[in-house]
């Protein structure tokens, strides 16, 4: 399962990068929008690591 923490989102698309299937941007903030919580794989454990605030979190 995934979770996101729009708060600490600092809009950098890293995420939307790695796994655009599962993340996307909000129009008018640029924060992580969660498309899939329950997507798995490297793709999303990238988007994981490689978010810059540690915003995503998976369980």
Known sequence: MITVD???CAS???CVLS???VFA???EDGRVVL???QATGQQV???AT???T???RLA
């Open 6 to 8: 729009q708060g600490r």
């Open 12 to 14: 950098s698309g890293q």
């Open 19 to 21: 796994a655009p299937q």
């Open 25 to 27: 941007q909000d129009e």
């Open 35 to 37: 498309l899939d919580e």
């Open 45 to 47: 454990r990238r988007a």
């Open 50 to 52: 490689g978010c810059p």
């Open 54 to 56: 540690q915003a995503i």
